[in-house]
Protein backbone atom coordinates (compact mmCIF):
# COMPACT_ATOMS: atom_id res chain seq x y z
CA UNK A 1 0.00 0.00 0.00
CA UNK A 2 1.52 3.17 -0.88
CA UNK A 3 2.69 5.38 2.00
CA UNK A 4 2.43 9.11 1.77
CA UNK A 5 3.34 10.28 4.73
CA UNK A 6 5.41 13.69 5.21
CA UNK A 7 8.47 13.79 6.83
CA UNK A 8 9.30 17.31 7.70
CA UNK A 9 6.01 17.55 10.72
CA UNK A 10 7.37 19.66 13.54
CA UNK A 11 4.01 21.70 14.52
CA UNK A 12 2.49 20.42 17.04
CA UNK A 13 -1.89 20.54 16.43
CA UNK A 14 -2.50 18.04 19.26
CA UNK A 15 -1.24 16.23 22.34
CA UNK A 16 -1.99 14.73 25.27
CA UNK A 17 -5.38 12.81 23.71
CA UNK A 18 -6.15 9.11 23.55
CA UNK A 19 -5.29 8.04 20.57
CA UNK A 20 -8.97 7.13 19.52
CA UNK A 21 -10.43 10.29 20.46
CA UNK A 22 -7.76 12.08 17.84
CA UNK A 23 -8.66 14.55 15.29
CA UNK A 24 -7.37 11.98 12.82
CA UNK A 25 -10.92 9.52 13.40
CA UNK A 26 -12.67 12.97 12.21
CA UNK A 27 -10.89 13.21 9.18
CA UNK A 28 -11.23 9.65 8.11
CA UNK A 29 -15.01 10.02 8.46
CA UNK A 30 -15.12 13.11 6.34
CA UNK A 31 -12.42 11.55 3.95
CA UNK A 32 -15.20 8.42 3.89
CA UNK A 33 -18.36 10.13 3.90
CA UNK A 34 -17.21 12.93 1.32
CA UNK A 35 -15.31 10.41 -1.02
CA UNK A 36 -18.36 7.85 -1.69
CA UNK A 37 -18.20 5.81 -4.25
CA UNK A 38 -14.96 7.89 -5.96
CA UNK A 39 -12.64 5.84 -2.91
CA UNK A 40 -12.80 2.89 -5.17
CA UNK A 41 -10.99 4.53 -8.02
CA UNK A 42 -7.75 2.79 -9.65
CA UNK A 43 -4.77 4.39 -6.88
CA UNK A 44 -7.20 5.73 -4.28
CA UNK A 45 -8.16 3.13 -1.45
CA UNK A 46 -6.92 0.14 -1.94
CA UNK A 47 -10.03 -2.57 -2.73
CA UNK A 48 -8.41 -5.12 -5.07
CA UNK A 49 -6.80 -7.70 -2.55
CA UNK A 50 -9.77 -7.88 -0.33
CA UNK A 51 -12.33 -7.76 -2.91
CA UNK A 52 -11.34 -10.19 -5.68
CA UNK A 53 -13.03 -13.41 -6.77
CA UNK A 54 -10.67 -15.47 -5.41
CA UNK A 55 -10.57 -14.07 -2.02
CA UNK A 56 -14.87 -13.55 -2.26
CA UNK A 57 -14.41 -17.70 -3.27
CA UNK A 58 -12.46 -18.08 0.16
CA UNK A 59 -14.75 -16.43 2.53
CA UNK A 60 -17.85 -18.30 0.70
CA UNK A 61 -16.14 -21.94 1.76
CA UNK A 62 -15.43 -21.07 4.62
CA UNK A 63 -18.54 -19.24 5.58
CA UNK A 64 -20.13 -22.80 4.58
CA UNK A 65 -17.55 -24.47 6.63
CA UNK A 66 -19.56 -22.63 9.73
CA UNK A 67 -23.23 -22.99 8.53
CA UNK A 68 -22.73 -27.29 7.89
CA UNK A 69 -21.18 -27.07 11.27
CA UNK A 70 -23.89 -25.16 12.62
CA UNK A 71 -26.52 -27.50 10.45
CA UNK A 72 -24.88 -30.61 11.78
CA UNK A 73 -25.31 -29.86 15.36
CA UNK A 74 -28.94 -28.79 14.64
CA UNK A 75 -28.08 -24.93 15.91
CA UNK A 76 -30.10 -23.40 13.02
CA UNK A 77 -33.59 -22.33 12.58
CA UNK A 78 -34.65 -22.90 8.95
CA UNK A 79 -37.94 -21.34 9.41
CA UNK A 80 -36.01 -18.15 10.37
CA UNK A 81 -33.58 -15.63 8.63
CA UNK A 82 -29.76 -16.40 8.51
CA UNK A 83 -28.15 -13.11 8.45
CA UNK A 84 -24.69 -12.67 6.86
CA UNK A 85 -23.76 -8.77 7.88
CA UNK A 86 -20.85 -7.40 5.34
CA UNK A 87 -19.34 -4.28 7.66
CA UNK A 88 -18.06 -1.44 5.91
CA UNK A 89 -18.30 -3.02 2.86
CA UNK A 90 -17.57 -0.04 0.54
CA UNK A 91 -17.15 -0.60 -3.05
CA UNK A 92 -20.06 -3.77 -3.15
CA UNK A 93 -17.83 -6.15 -5.08
CA UNK A 94 -16.67 -8.00 -2.65
CA UNK A 95 -20.68 -8.58 -1.62
CA UNK A 96 -21.44 -9.94 -5.06
CA UNK A 97 -19.03 -11.97 -5.77
CA UNK A 98 -19.43 -13.62 -2.37
CA UNK A 99 -23.03 -14.20 -3.00
CA UNK A 100 -21.99 -15.84 -6.39
CA UNK A 101 -20.24 -18.52 -4.48
CA UNK A 102 -22.49 -18.93 -1.89
CA UNK A 103 -25.38 -19.57 -4.01
CA UNK A 104 -23.31 -22.17 -5.83
CA UNK A 105 -22.14 -23.65 -2.83
CA UNK A 106 -25.88 -23.83 -1.32
CA UNK A 107 -26.84 -25.53 -4.40
CA UNK A 108 -24.18 -28.24 -4.08
CA UNK A 109 -24.42 -28.72 -0.88
CA UNK A 110 -27.83 -30.63 0.53
CA UNK A 111 -27.21 -29.86 4.07
CA UNK A 112 -27.36 -26.03 3.13
CA UNK A 113 -30.14 -26.42 1.00
CA UNK A 114 -33.13 -24.27 1.87
CA UNK A 115 -31.36 -22.08 4.69
CA UNK A 116 -32.77 -19.04 4.43
CA UNK A 117 -29.65 -16.86 3.92
CA UNK A 118 -30.23 -13.16 3.64
CA UNK A 119 -26.87 -10.96 3.48
CA UNK A 120 -26.64 -7.33 4.55
CA UNK A 121 -24.54 -5.31 2.81
CA UNK A 122 -23.21 -2.02 5.29
CA UNK A 123 -21.43 1.21 5.43
CA UNK A 124 -22.22 4.62 7.04
CA UNK A 125 -21.48 6.50 3.50
CA UNK A 126 -24.50 6.88 3.09
CA UNK A 127 -23.44 7.24 -1.25
CA UNK A 128 -22.14 3.86 -0.98
CA UNK A 129 -25.29 2.02 0.15
CA UNK A 130 -27.77 4.37 -2.43
CA UNK A 131 -24.79 2.98 -5.31
CA UNK A 132 -25.59 -0.79 -4.23
CA UNK A 133 -29.28 -0.61 -4.03
CA UNK A 134 -29.03 0.29 -8.20
CA UNK A 135 -26.30 -1.62 -9.28
CA UNK A 136 -27.70 -4.14 -11.91
CA UNK A 137 -25.12 -6.85 -11.19
CA UNK A 138 -26.46 -6.85 -7.37
CA UNK A 139 -30.40 -6.61 -8.76
CA UNK A 140 -31.10 -10.09 -8.75
CA UNK A 141 -29.79 -11.00 -5.39
CA UNK A 142 -31.93 -8.26 -4.06
CA UNK A 143 -35.12 -8.79 -5.65
CA UNK A 144 -35.15 -12.47 -4.63
CA UNK A 145 -34.80 -11.04 -1.17
CA UNK A 146 -31.20 -12.58 -0.81
CA UNK A 147 -29.81 -9.39 -0.42
CA UNK A 148 -30.64 -6.50 1.98
CA UNK A 149 -29.09 -2.79 2.73
CA UNK A 150 -28.40 -1.15 5.78
CA UNK A 151 -26.85 2.07 6.89
CA UNK A 152 -24.54 1.24 9.44
CA UNK A 153 -21.52 3.21 11.46
CA UNK A 154 -19.77 0.07 12.97
CA UNK A 155 -18.45 2.27 15.99
CA UNK A 156 -22.01 4.37 17.23
CA UNK A 157 -24.66 2.35 15.92
CA UNK A 158 -26.58 -0.50 18.04
CA UNK A 159 -29.27 -1.24 15.20
CA UNK A 160 -29.62 -1.98 11.18
CA UNK A 161 -32.69 -1.13 9.80
CA UNK A 162 -33.06 -3.33 6.52
CA UNK A 163 -34.19 -1.11 3.22
CA UNK A 164 -35.72 -3.89 1.77
CA UNK A 165 -37.33 -5.55 3.91
CA UNK A 166 -38.21 -3.18 6.57
CA UNK A 167 -37.20 -5.15 9.64
CA UNK A 168 -34.82 -3.94 12.65
CA UNK A 169 -32.21 -6.31 13.85
CA UNK A 170 -31.83 -5.10 17.56
CA UNK A 171 -31.10 -5.92 20.55
CA UNK A 172 -32.31 -9.95 20.31
CA UNK A 173 -33.65 -10.17 17.39
CA UNK A 174 -31.81 -12.46 15.43
CA UNK A 175 -33.33 -16.39 15.99
CA UNK A 176 -30.46 -17.58 14.34
CA UNK A 177 -26.55 -16.87 14.81
CA UNK A 178 -25.35 -14.21 12.63
CA UNK A 179 -22.16 -14.11 10.35
CA UNK A 180 -20.03 -11.16 10.23
CA UNK A 181 -17.87 -10.17 7.49
CA UNK A 182 -15.65 -7.55 7.79
CA UNK A 183 -12.42 -6.19 5.58
CA UNK A 184 -10.42 -3.44 6.02
CA UNK A 185 -12.68 -2.67 8.45
CA UNK A 186 -11.30 -2.94 11.43
CA UNK A 187 -7.76 -1.20 10.83
CA UNK A 188 -9.55 2.06 9.41
CA UNK A 189 -12.35 2.40 12.83
CA UNK A 190 -10.91 3.78 16.05
CA UNK A 191 -8.34 2.28 17.89
CA UNK A 192 -6.26 3.40 21.56
CA UNK A 193 -2.14 2.46 22.07
CA UNK A 194 -0.60 0.69 24.60
CA UNK A 195 2.64 0.30 25.82
CA UNK A 196 4.51 -2.83 28.10
CA UNK A 197 7.87 -1.87 29.42
CA UNK A 198 9.60 -4.29 32.58
CA UNK A 199 5.99 -5.22 32.82
CA UNK A 200 4.06 -1.94 33.55
CA UNK A 201 1.48 -1.04 31.53
CA UNK A 202 1.10 2.52 29.93
CA UNK A 203 -0.73 4.07 27.41
CA UNK A 204 0.24 6.00 24.37
CA UNK A 205 -1.44 9.36 23.99
CA UNK A 206 -1.96 10.86 20.82
CA UNK A 207 0.69 13.73 19.36
CA UNK A 208 -0.63 14.79 16.37
CA UNK A 209 2.72 17.10 13.98
CA UNK A 210 1.82 18.80 11.19
CA UNK A 211 4.57 19.97 8.62
CA UNK A 212 2.74 23.52 8.84
CA UNK A 213 0.36 25.83 11.55
CA UNK A 214 -2.80 24.43 10.89
CA UNK A 215 -5.90 26.67 11.40
CA UNK A 216 -8.74 25.02 10.15
CA UNK A 217 -8.59 21.26 11.69
CA UNK A 218 -11.07 20.11 9.40
CA UNK A 219 -9.49 20.56 6.43
CA UNK A 220 -9.73 17.58 4.50
CA UNK A 221 -6.11 17.81 3.46
CA UNK A 222 -4.80 17.93 6.18
CA UNK A 223 -4.17 13.98 6.29
CA UNK A 224 -1.57 14.28 3.81
CA UNK A 225 0.83 16.93 6.21
CA UNK A 226 0.46 15.05 9.59
CA UNK A 227 2.20 12.47 11.23
CA UNK A 228 1.56 10.68 14.76
CA UNK A 229 3.80 10.56 17.97
CA UNK A 230 2.99 9.04 21.31
CA UNK A 231 3.62 9.91 25.02
CA UNK A 232 3.27 7.80 27.52
CA UNK A 233 1.11 7.86 30.70
CA UNK A 234 -0.79 5.65 33.15
CA UNK A 235 -3.05 3.36 32.78
CA UNK A 236 -5.88 3.50 35.68
CA UNK A 237 -8.09 -0.04 36.46
CA UNK A 238 -11.23 1.67 35.53
CA UNK A 239 -9.56 2.45 32.02
CA UNK A 240 -12.49 1.03 30.16
CA UNK A 241 -15.85 0.22 31.50
CA UNK A 242 -15.66 -3.28 30.00
CA UNK A 243 -14.23 -5.69 31.60
CA UNK A 244 -13.24 -7.73 28.77
CA UNK A 245 -11.14 -4.93 27.71
CA UNK A 246 -9.67 -4.67 31.02
CA UNK A 247 -8.78 -8.26 30.96
CA UNK A 248 -7.14 -8.15 27.71
CA UNK A 249 -4.74 -5.17 28.75
CA UNK A 250 -3.90 -7.15 31.82
CA UNK A 251 -3.49 -10.20 30.36
CA UNK A 252 -0.83 -8.11 27.68
CA UNK A 253 0.99 -7.01 30.58
CA UNK A 254 0.99 -9.97 32.37
CA UNK A 255 2.14 -11.35 29.31
CA UNK A 256 4.40 -9.76 27.74
CA UNK A 257 8.03 -8.05 28.80
CA UNK A 258 8.06 -5.39 26.52
CA UNK A 259 5.15 -5.18 23.77
CA UNK A 260 3.35 -2.13 21.57
CA UNK A 261 -0.08 -2.85 20.86
CA UNK A 262 -3.34 -1.00 19.59
CA UNK A 263 -6.66 -2.10 21.01
CA UNK A 264 -9.28 -1.88 18.25
CA UNK A 265 -11.68 -0.45 20.55
CA UNK A 266 -14.32 0.62 17.20
CA UNK A 267 -14.85 -2.84 16.55
CA UNK A 268 -14.98 -4.02 19.84
CA UNK A 269 -18.03 -1.90 20.22
CA UNK A 270 -19.45 -3.09 16.74
CA UNK A 271 -18.74 -6.84 18.14
CA UNK A 272 -20.64 -5.92 21.59
CA UNK A 273 -23.78 -5.17 19.38
CA UNK A 274 -23.39 -8.03 17.13
CA UNK A 275 -22.94 -10.15 20.49
CA UNK A 276 -26.39 -8.90 21.50
CA UNK A 277 -28.69 -8.85 18.46
CA UNK A 278 -27.26 -12.49 17.72
CA UNK A 279 -27.87 -13.31 21.61
CA UNK A 280 -23.70 -14.21 21.83
CA UNK A 281 -23.80 -16.24 18.36
CA UNK A 282 -21.14 -15.04 16.03
CA UNK A 283 -18.72 -15.74 13.45
CA UNK A 284 -16.39 -13.20 12.77
CA UNK A 285 -15.04 -13.67 9.40
CA UNK A 286 -12.15 -10.20 9.01
CA UNK A 287 -9.26 -9.46 7.15
CA UNK A 288 -6.90 -6.44 7.46
CA UNK A 289 -3.88 -5.71 7.26
CA UNK A 290 -2.70 -7.21 10.81
CA UNK A 291 -0.85 -8.63 13.81
CA UNK A 292 -1.23 -12.07 14.96
CA UNK A 293 2.39 -13.18 15.82
CA UNK A 294 3.98 -12.43 19.39
CA UNK A 295 7.07 -10.82 17.32
CA UNK A 296 4.83 -8.72 15.69
CA UNK A 297 4.01 -7.05 19.10
CA UNK A 298 7.15 -7.48 21.41
CA UNK A 299 8.76 -4.38 20.65
CA UNK A 300 8.49 -0.67 21.89
CA UNK A 301 8.41 0.29 18.06
CA UNK A 302 5.26 3.46 17.38
CA UNK A 303 2.28 1.90 15.56
CA UNK A 304 2.98 1.92 12.25
CA UNK A 305 0.41 4.99 10.22
CA UNK A 306 -0.66 4.44 6.62
CA UNK A 307 -1.61 7.38 5.29
CA UNK A 308 -3.42 6.28 1.72
CA UNK A 309 -2.69 8.21 -1.45
CA UNK A 310 -6.48 8.56 -1.92
CA UNK A 311 -6.41 10.42 1.49
CA UNK A 312 -7.70 7.29 3.89
CA UNK A 313 -5.60 6.25 6.91
CA UNK A 314 -5.37 2.72 8.28
CA UNK A 315 -3.19 1.00 11.54
CA UNK A 316 -2.02 -2.22 11.45
CA UNK A 317 -5.48 -3.97 12.68
CA UNK A 318 -4.84 -6.04 15.87
CA UNK A 319 -6.25 -9.41 15.08
CA UNK A 320 -4.07 -10.92 18.14
CA UNK A 321 -6.38 -9.09 20.28
CA UNK A 322 -9.38 -9.64 18.48
CA UNK A 323 -8.17 -13.50 19.00
CA UNK A 324 -7.62 -13.22 22.40
CA UNK A 325 -11.07 -11.18 22.81
CA UNK A 326 -13.18 -14.06 21.33
CA UNK A 327 -11.03 -16.81 23.13
CA UNK A 328 -11.05 -15.48 26.65
CA UNK A 329 -15.25 -15.70 26.73
CA UNK A 330 -14.69 -19.21 25.42
CA UNK A 331 -14.73 -18.87 21.44
CA UNK A 332 -12.61 -20.35 18.76
CA UNK A 333 -9.63 -18.19 16.69
CA UNK A 334 -8.58 -19.15 13.39
CA UNK A 335 -6.05 -17.18 12.60
CA UNK A 336 -3.48 -17.59 9.09
CA UNK A 337 0.39 -17.40 11.03
CA UNK A 338 2.46 -15.90 8.46
CA UNK A 339 4.59 -12.95 8.45
CA UNK A 340 3.28 -11.11 5.38
CA UNK A 341 1.25 -8.17 6.77
CA UNK A 342 -0.55 -7.10 4.11
CA UNK A 343 -3.65 -9.62 4.56
CA UNK A 344 -4.40 -11.80 7.29
CA UNK A 345 -7.84 -13.31 7.77
CA UNK A 346 -8.88 -14.86 10.69
CA UNK A 347 -12.21 -16.88 11.52
CA UNK A 348 -13.67 -16.32 15.14
CA UNK A 349 -16.33 -17.95 16.50
CA UNK A 350 -18.09 -17.00 20.27
CA UNK A 351 -18.67 -19.78 22.64
CA UNK A 352 -21.32 -22.23 20.74
CA UNK A 353 -21.28 -24.95 23.53
CA UNK A 354 -21.28 -28.43 21.67
CA UNK A 355 -20.49 -27.68 18.18
CA UNK A 356 -17.36 -28.82 16.83
CA UNK A 357 -15.70 -26.73 14.44
CA UNK A 358 -14.75 -29.41 11.72
CA UNK A 359 -16.29 -28.50 8.74
CA UNK A 360 -15.16 -24.56 9.65
CA UNK A 361 -11.74 -25.68 10.45
CA UNK A 362 -10.89 -27.64 7.22
CA UNK A 363 -12.15 -25.17 5.45
CA UNK A 364 -10.09 -22.41 7.01
CA UNK A 365 -6.86 -24.31 6.24
CA UNK A 366 -7.57 -25.11 3.03
CA UNK A 367 -9.07 -21.87 1.62
CA UNK A 368 -6.62 -19.38 4.00
CA UNK A 369 -3.91 -21.05 5.22
CA UNK A 370 -2.88 -23.70 2.38
CA UNK A 371 -3.00 -21.22 -0.33
CA UNK A 372 -4.74 -17.98 1.10
CA UNK A 373 -5.84 -13.95 -0.48
CA UNK A 374 -2.55 -12.62 0.17
CA UNK A 375 -0.84 -15.75 -1.61
CA UNK A 376 -2.69 -15.28 -4.35
CA UNK A 377 -2.45 -12.02 -4.56
CA UNK A 378 1.70 -12.08 -4.71
CA UNK A 379 0.98 -14.78 -7.14
CA UNK A 380 -0.66 -13.56 -9.63
CA UNK A 381 1.17 -9.64 -9.14
CA UNK A 382 4.67 -11.10 -9.08
CA UNK A 383 4.17 -12.87 -12.25
CA UNK A 384 2.89 -9.99 -13.93
CA UNK A 385 5.13 -8.20 -12.95
CA UNK A 386 8.58 -9.95 -13.37
CA UNK A 387 7.19 -11.93 -16.64
CA UNK A 388 5.59 -10.68 -19.59
CA UNK A 389 5.90 -13.71 -21.87
CA UNK A 390 4.21 -16.61 -20.30
CA UNK A 391 2.20 -18.70 -22.21
CA UNK A 392 -1.74 -18.42 -23.10
CA UNK A 393 -2.05 -21.67 -20.54
CA UNK A 394 -0.50 -19.99 -18.12
CA UNK A 395 -2.86 -16.98 -18.15
CA UNK A 396 -6.09 -19.38 -18.54
CA UNK A 397 -4.87 -21.34 -15.67
CA UNK A 398 -4.61 -18.15 -13.62
CA UNK A 399 -7.25 -17.09 -14.07
CA UNK A 400 -8.98 -20.27 -12.92
CA UNK A 401 -7.13 -19.85 -9.86
CA UNK A 402 -8.65 -16.19 -9.51
CA UNK A 403 -12.08 -17.63 -10.31
CA UNK A 404 -12.52 -15.78 -12.95
CA UNK A 405 -11.14 -12.62 -11.24
CA UNK A 406 -11.57 -9.98 -14.39
CA UNK A 407 -8.40 -8.04 -13.26
CA UNK A 408 -6.50 -10.94 -15.02
CA UNK A 409 -7.65 -9.56 -18.23
CA UNK A 410 -6.38 -6.24 -17.73
CA UNK A 411 -2.84 -7.52 -16.47
CA UNK A 412 -2.73 -9.67 -19.23
CA UNK A 413 -5.04 -7.71 -22.19
CA UNK A 414 -1.57 -7.29 -24.55
CA UNK A 415 -0.17 -10.51 -23.84
CA UNK A 416 -4.21 -12.31 -24.65
CA UNK A 417 -4.22 -9.87 -27.80
CA UNK A 418 -0.55 -11.13 -28.98
CA UNK A 419 -1.44 -14.99 -28.23
CA UNK A 420 -5.11 -15.63 -28.79
CA UNK A 421 -4.68 -15.49 -32.63
CA UNK A 422 -1.60 -18.16 -32.75
CA UNK A 423 -3.34 -20.65 -30.42
CA UNK A 424 -4.80 -23.44 -31.59
CA UNK A 425 -8.88 -23.55 -32.01
CA UNK A 426 -8.95 -25.79 -28.70
CA UNK A 427 -7.54 -23.26 -26.96
CA UNK A 428 -9.25 -20.34 -28.39
CA UNK A 429 -12.38 -22.20 -27.66
CA UNK A 430 -10.92 -22.41 -24.15
CA UNK A 431 -10.15 -18.81 -23.99
CA UNK A 432 -13.67 -17.74 -25.77
CA UNK A 433 -15.05 -19.74 -23.16
CA UNK A 434 -13.01 -17.98 -19.96
CA UNK A 435 -13.74 -15.00 -21.40
CA UNK A 436 -17.73 -15.07 -20.98
CA UNK A 437 -17.05 -16.62 -17.10
CA UNK A 438 -14.77 -13.49 -16.40
CA UNK A 439 -17.57 -11.22 -18.03
CA UNK A 440 -20.31 -13.21 -15.96
CA UNK A 441 -18.45 -12.40 -12.54
CA UNK A 442 -17.50 -8.73 -13.42
CA UNK A 443 -18.67 -6.44 -10.75
CA UNK A 444 -17.94 -2.88 -12.87
CA UNK A 445 -16.92 0.32 -10.79
CA UNK A 446 -14.97 2.11 -12.23
CA UNK A 447 -13.07 0.07 -15.25
CA UNK A 448 -14.25 -0.61 -18.83
CA UNK A 449 -13.36 -4.85 -19.30
CA UNK A 450 -16.18 -4.95 -22.29
CA UNK A 451 -13.95 -2.92 -23.92
CA UNK A 452 -10.81 -5.78 -23.37
CA UNK A 453 -13.29 -8.39 -24.38
CA UNK A 454 -14.40 -6.74 -27.52
CA UNK A 455 -10.77 -6.29 -28.50
CA UNK A 456 -9.76 -9.89 -27.61
CA UNK A 457 -12.55 -11.00 -29.21
CA UNK A 458 -11.93 -9.28 -32.55
CA UNK A 459 -8.26 -11.30 -32.33
CA UNK A 460 -10.44 -14.12 -31.77
CA UNK A 461 -12.40 -13.73 -34.85
CA UNK A 462 -15.41 -14.30 -33.08
CA UNK A 463 -17.46 -11.38 -34.49
CA UNK A 464 -20.63 -11.57 -32.07
CA UNK A 465 -18.97 -11.32 -29.08
CA UNK A 466 -16.61 -8.66 -29.72
CA UNK A 467 -19.83 -6.88 -31.97
CA UNK A 468 -22.12 -7.50 -28.34
CA UNK A 469 -19.22 -6.56 -25.88
CA UNK A 470 -18.28 -3.50 -28.22
CA UNK A 471 -22.27 -2.39 -27.58
CA UNK A 472 -21.77 -2.91 -23.79
CA UNK A 473 -18.85 -0.74 -23.33
CA UNK A 474 -20.41 1.94 -25.35
CA UNK A 475 -23.44 1.81 -23.28
CA UNK A 476 -21.48 1.96 -19.66
CA UNK A 477 -18.32 4.10 -20.50
CA UNK A 478 -19.39 6.07 -23.79
CA UNK A 479 -18.17 6.03 -27.04
CA UNK A 480 -14.37 6.14 -27.74
CA UNK A 481 -12.66 5.83 -31.38
CA UNK A 482 -11.51 2.17 -30.52
CA UNK A 483 -14.36 0.78 -29.34
CA UNK A 484 -16.09 1.97 -32.33
CA UNK A 485 -13.45 0.63 -34.72
CA UNK A 486 -13.16 -2.65 -33.58
CA UNK A 487 -16.84 -2.86 -33.69
CA UNK A 488 -16.21 -2.10 -37.51
CA UNK A 489 -13.93 -5.03 -37.72
CA UNK A 490 -16.27 -7.44 -36.68
CA UNK A 491 -19.05 -6.26 -38.81
CA UNK A 492 -16.08 -6.93 -41.45
CA UNK A 493 -15.83 -10.75 -40.10
CA UNK A 494 -19.21 -10.63 -40.14
CA UNK A 495 -19.81 -9.95 -43.91
CA UNK A 496 -21.91 -6.64 -42.98
CA UNK A 497 -19.35 -4.33 -44.74
CA UNK A 498 -21.93 -1.43 -44.96
CA UNK A 499 -22.50 -1.60 -41.80
CA UNK A 500 -18.56 -1.73 -40.84
CA UNK A 501 -18.19 1.59 -42.90
CA UNK A 502 -21.32 3.34 -40.72
CA UNK A 503 -19.18 2.00 -37.02
CA UNK A 504 -15.60 3.83 -38.99
CA UNK A 505 -16.98 6.52 -39.86
CA UNK A 506 -18.05 7.04 -36.26
CA UNK A 507 -14.97 6.14 -35.12
CA UNK A 508 -13.00 8.54 -37.72
CA UNK A 509 -15.18 11.61 -36.36
CA UNK A 510 -14.24 10.79 -32.70
CA UNK A 511 -10.51 10.44 -34.22
CA UNK A 512 -9.85 11.51 -38.07
CA UNK A 513 -6.57 11.01 -38.21
CA UNK A 514 -6.76 7.35 -37.70
CA UNK A 515 -4.82 5.88 -40.83
CA UNK A 516 -5.84 2.09 -40.19
CA UNK A 517 -9.28 3.16 -40.12
CA UNK A 518 -9.03 5.54 -42.58
CA UNK A 519 -7.69 2.63 -44.79
CA UNK A 520 -9.99 0.22 -44.30
CA UNK A 521 -12.85 2.38 -44.53
CA UNK A 522 -11.76 2.69 -48.22
CA UNK A 523 -10.88 -0.77 -49.00
CA UNK A 524 -14.60 -1.44 -48.04
CA UNK A 525 -16.16 1.30 -50.10
CA UNK A 526 -13.80 0.42 -52.41
CA UNK A 527 -15.67 -3.42 -52.32
CA UNK A 528 -18.93 -2.16 -52.01
CA UNK A 529 -18.29 -0.51 -55.06
CA UNK A 530 -18.40 3.30 -53.59
CA UNK A 531 -15.10 4.78 -54.59
CA UNK A 532 -13.28 6.78 -51.32
C1 LIG B 1 -10.81 0.71 3.67
S1 LIG B 1 -12.46 0.70 3.15
C2 LIG B 1 -12.86 -1.01 3.12
C3 LIG B 1 -13.96 -1.32 2.17
C4 LIG B 1 -14.15 -2.77 1.83
N1 LIG B 1 -14.52 -3.56 2.96
C5 LIG B 1 -12.90 -3.32 1.15
O1 LIG B 1 -12.29 -4.22 1.66
O2 LIG B 1 -12.58 -2.82 0.08
C6 LIG B 1 -13.27 1.35 4.43
C7 LIG B 1 -14.79 1.44 4.32
O3 LIG B 1 -15.24 1.63 5.63
C8 LIG B 1 -16.28 2.55 5.64
N2 LIG B 1 -16.29 3.09 7.01
C9 LIG B 1 -15.36 3.89 7.58
N3 LIG B 1 -15.71 4.13 8.86
C10 LIG B 1 -16.86 3.45 9.09
C11 LIG B 1 -17.70 3.29 10.20
N4 LIG B 1 -17.44 3.89 11.35
N5 LIG B 1 -18.79 2.51 10.09
C12 LIG B 1 -19.08 1.90 8.93
N6 LIG B 1 -18.33 2.02 7.81
C13 LIG B 1 -17.23 2.79 7.91
C14 LIG B 1 -15.96 3.53 4.56
O4 LIG B 1 -17.09 4.24 4.10
C15 LIG B 1 -15.38 2.59 3.52
O5 LIG B 1 -16.39 2.11 2.68
Not at 241 to 252: H, I, T
Request: glycine share 6%; aromatic share 10%.
Amino acid sequence: MPEGTPTQATVVIEQGRRLSESLIWALQRGFYARAGLAAWKPKAVPFYITSNAFTARAYARTVAGFLRDLVAAGRIDRAAPLYLVELAAGSGQFAYLFLRRLAEIQEQVPALGGLDLRYVMTDFAESNVEAWQIHERLAPFRDSGRLDFALFDLERDHELRLRGAGVTLSAGSAANPIVLLANYAFDSTTQDAFQVTDGVLQERLARVLSTQAEPDLDDPDLLQRIQVRYDLAPVGATRYDDPRLLSLLEGYRRDYREASFLLPVGAFRCLRTFESISSGRLLLLTGDKAVTRDDEIEHAKDPTFYVHAGGAFSFLANLHALSRYFEEAGGTALNVDRRDQRLKVAALTTAFPDVAWDETRLAFRRSQEDFGPADYHALVFGLRQHNATVPLQSILAQIRLGCWDYELVFSWREQLVKLAPEAPAWQQADLAEALERVWEEYYPIQRDLAFELARIFVVLKRPEQALRFGHESVRTHGPHYLTYLSMGYSCVLLGREAEAVSWIDRSLELKPDNAAATSLRASLLKRLGGGA
